[in-house]
């Protein structure tokens, strides 16, 4: 089957000779999926596979191929592709009863997941067999795949981190659940609009989803408001509204292990009953419209990333997924046959030992308080022995250090929606202050600082605090985000219980960031050292003896160019309107693509683009390096500075793109509506991926790994997780510059003045000169002061501190970039170290360090094996 080899006409290697010349556009078949030449189907397969199609085409969707549209035959696909997770999905909930392993409940408002028909091919090894079915049929397989709406149920790392740790946990063979809310639209669809962001709603169920299963039999009541009673016989929380929890249940298959574990999302549903005593008075109509106020709990994803936003929806939300997890979790753990429901178990001792709850950030720490009202006043449990279950069983896993994260409730607000939880908060809060006054007589401040309740005008409740307190585990996600969590965010938490804090670096599944999205350079590794570092990323190292080796050089370059080609045309042809810029596939790719916000420091980049463009003008008969940035992400709809942000970045491509005198030395795409499917297609083209975040701000990254391990080098300062990536690889291979955190943390002691930087740099004051006076924006001169002024007066994340070092270090990618076979043989070093980058390995040290559980390889048999 000709179409299943790689392109094998040898591309040119970047030089500085050839970098002004457009690359030829890429043909027809050049343009084909490149799907991996290992595993080819055989007859038998496709032939199954075609049936199956044409079935689905005909009883599930009720069209032939003369009415069917292209979605009809996607949906005709995904019902074929799931067909064979089923049988797998069933047998795996059949062995976790049967062996009774320890749950791992992982609890997030977001799961990001992207798009699901290829990822399920790849995990089931279906790909191929799928491919060559569907061009038998006179169909192109990756039409199709990119029909799929992607599930955005996130809004960036946080939720993508959550997919990811699904994949590994079935690969890794846990019995895990993932918990989170069915919103009806997820992150908003980003139209750029004269440059300026304009938010579209999601309505990515508009279609159907054909990977989830509603399960109405296991629909549980959630309750709000209400009061207490204290009674003889126990607390009683009465005269509640109650909400319906409907639960809708996707497939998470592990790779090649037979094992499909189970997302399991919250849809709210108003019970029949809602408001009908209405009717009574004729109000018929309005009590059955009044539902929708129910139901808006799983609506919309609040679309805010690193912003706590402290409307009472949102808190519903929190509490929504939480109460309906927790009865499902309880429900679980006292049932022991498939499909029982009668209690078996009714001893809560051993709840721990079957049970780990990982609370992912604060959005999930109403658990702590809901368990312990179950345990105390539904199952009756002592308030001790209750604490102690609640402190086994939960951990906590920090995202943030930025302050405007954390998220405080007002206590009257939560008073009224939660009336027994506040009691029940107030009642850990008493308990825990009481243990520190112990230990630190005589210490007011420290139990002020301590304290889950905040005094104050308005008192609130810390989460943060109360999830520290309420878990046995709290980690950060990369090592120099753990040390700040212990020393400064938590630091006297850290002094009273120094043993329950850990570090978790994050990790990215493989099997999405490198085998599915870049299956040239997952090949051409696999035909190098086999296909093991599939499931143990650490086998990359044995690329290392291979830098040298002048095939495997070539062959990754020629990969990434074939990417860059193969991403030029995808620009040109989606964005042909928007962009009305020819791209030059030879120049360097440099991407910066994460959410917009002011301490990723997308500003600085927009700074060095000014500078080149600058540079150009000055000396248009020299010889520059050329460039292709690209910038992406969205900005919170609130989020002033970001949308600004935004505005400025695609002001300056406006101008540097159209001027005739730089030509094709430097270009300026912002990429429109990035998300997961769209990240799967630029990464592996990036040459140079940007992670230059203010040091000690962001927490770990995970694009910075997807950069990386698709052979993409990383500008970064050491932040988040570019610390252990230099460890790893070694800092002479990546492009580090700028103040560490000792130095940031020195200046906000002496005292951040910008202005020192702006009168002392010839550049950086032209920059912003420009900025500021309009010449991005002469139709609005003004347009831009907001940002100047921030920049100069009130930056917290030191934009100008930086820039001499981020300009310099710049200048040595240059360098390196005109000499194609260094710059290459520094990939392969990056790709071969890349290996402590994955979940696997994170999901491993959670399992064994924090859930008390060990990854198994055991393969569940197929369904047409009979069972021992």
Same mark, same amino acid.
């Given at each position: ?650 002001? =300056?491509?406006? @101008? ?11 270009? @300026? =795409? ?199």
């Amino acid at each position: 089957c000709p179409r299943r080899s790689h392109l094998l006409a040898a591309l040119p290697l970047f030089s500085p000779s050839s970098a002004g010349a457009m690359a030829k556009p890429l043909t027809d078949s050049e343009k084909r999926k490149q799907i991996s030449v290992r595993g080819i189907a055989g007859l038998g397969d496709v032939a199954e596979v075609r049936k199956s199609f044409n079935r689905h085409l005909h009883f599930t969707l009720v069209k032939d191929r003369n009415v069917a549209t292209p979605r009809d035959y996607y949906f005709a696909l995904a019902h074929t592709v799931r067909d064979h997770l089923v049988g797998r999905w069933i047998r795996t909930q059949q062995h976790y009863y049967e062996r009774d392993p320890k749950r791992i409940y992982y609890l997030s408002l977001e799961f990001y997941m992207g798009r699901t028909l290829q990822n399920t091919m790849v995990n089931l090894g279906l790909q191929n067999a799928c491919d060559e079915a569907i061009y038998q049929l006179g169909l192109d397989l990756e039409e199709l795949e990119e029909i799929e709406e992607d599930a955005g149920l996130g809004n960036g790392g946080l939720g993508r981190l959550a997919a990811c740790f699904l994949d590994s946990m079935a690969t890794l063979g846990l019995a895990a659940y993932g918990y989170g809310i069915r919103y009806e639209f997820g992150i908003f669809n980003q139209k750029i609009v004269n440059g300026w962001q304009v938010e579209e709603a999601d309505d990515w169920l508009r279609y159907g989803n054909p990977w989830e299963k509603a399960r109405p039999e296991y629909m549980l009541p959630v309750h709000f408001y209400g009061r207490v009673e204290h009674t003889p016989e126990g607390v009683k929380w009465l005269d509640t509204q109650v909400v319906l929890a409907m639960p809708y249940d996707t497939p998470v298959p592990g790779y090649k292990n037979n094992t499909v574990n189970t997302m399991r999302l919250w849809s709210a549903k108003a019970p029949n009953d809602f408001n009908l005593h209405d009717f009574n008075t004729g109000g018929y109509i309005e009590a059955v419209l009044d539902r929708n106020l129910a139901e808006n709990i799983s609506r919309v994803l609040y679309p805010n990333d690193n912003f706590f936003e402290g409307k009472e929806l949102r808190l519903k939300q929190e509490y929504f997924v939480v109460a309906a997890t927790l009865q499902d979790i309880v429900r679980r753990f006292k049932s022991s046959k498939f499909g029982c429901r009668d209690p078996v178990r009714t001893c809560f001792e051993i709840f721990p030992d079957k049970v780990a709850i990982q609370l992912n950030d604060t959005h999930p720490a109403l658990a702590i308080p809901e368990l312990m009202r179950i345990l105390v006043d539904v199952e009756k449990v002592d308030w001790d022995k209750a604490w102690e279950i609640t402190r086994k069983t939960c951990a906590y896993t920090n995202h943030t250090v930025l302050p405007e994260a954390l998220e405080r409730w007002p206590v009257s607000m939560f008073g009224q929606l939660l009336p027994r939880h506040l009691e029940i908060i107030y009642a850990i809060n008493q308990r825990h202050l009481d243990q520190v006054a112990a230990l630190f007589p005589g210490d007011v401040d420290r139990l002020r600082r301590m304290s889950v309740i905040e005094e104050g005008d308005c008192k609130r409740i810390n989460m943060a605090h109360l999830c520290v307190i309420g878990s046995h585990a709290v980690n950060g996600v990369a090592r120099i985000h753990s040390e700040i969590v212990k020393h400064s965010v938590f630091k006297d938490f850290y002094e009273l219980e120094p043993e329950k804090f850990q570090n978790k670096t994050n990790g990215i599944t493989p099997r999405r960031w490198l085998l599915l999205c870049n299956p040239g350079l997952a090949d051409t590794i696999m035909e190098k050292i086999g296909e093991g570092f599939l499931t143990d990323l650490s086998q990359l190292k044995k690329l290392l003896p291979l830098v040298n080796d002048e095939a495997l050089i070539r062959e990754v370059a020629q990969v990434k160019q074939e990417n860059k080609l193969k991403f030029s045309a995808f620009l040109e042809k989606e964005y042909k309107k928007e962009y009305k810029v020819r791209i030059n596939p030879s120049s360097m790719f440099d991407v910066h693509v994460k959410r917009i916000h002011e301490y990723k420091r997308q500003l600085l980049n927009c700074l060095h683009i000014v500078t080149l463009y600058n540079r150009i003008k000055k000396d248009p008969a020299k010889a520059f390096v050329p460039r292709t940035v690209i910038i992406g992400g969205k900005a919170a709809p609130g989020y002033h500075m970001a949308k600004m942000i935004i505005k400025l970045v695609t002001s =300056i491509g406006e @101008v540097v793109n159209h001027d005739p005198i730089v030509g094709n030395r430097l270009k @300026v =795409i912002f990429l429109e509506n990035y998300r997961v499917s769209l990240a799967e297609k630029v990464i592996p083209a990036a040459d140079l991926s940007q992670q230059i975040s203010t040091a000690g701000t962001e927490a770990s990254g995970t694009g910075n790994m997807k950069f990386m391990l698709n052979g993409a080098l990383t500008i970064g300062t050491m932040d988040g997780a570019n610390v252990e990536m230099a460890e790893e690889a070694g800092a002479e291979n990546l492009f580090i510059f700028g103040l560490r955190v000792e130095d940031v943390q020195a200046l906000d002691q002496k005292g951040y003045n910008a202005q020192e930087y702006y009168d002392r740099l010839p550049e950086l004051r032209q920059a912003v000169d420009q900025i500021r006076d309009g010449f991005f924006s002469p139709q609005e001169p003004d347009c831009f002061k907001d940002i100047v002024n921030m920049l100069l007066y009130h930056d917290r994340f030191k934009v100008f501190a930086d820039y001499e070092a981020y300009l310099a270090c710049q200048a040595q990618v240059d360098q390196l970039y005109q000499n194609p076979k260094e710059w290459t043989k520094k990939v392969i070093r990056n790709i071969a170290c890349s290996g402590k980058f994955s979940s696997d390995r994170t999901i491993t040290e959670y399992a064994r360090d924090i859930w008390g559980v060990e990854p198994s390889d055991l393969q569940i048999p197929t369904p047409h094996v009979p069972k021992d």
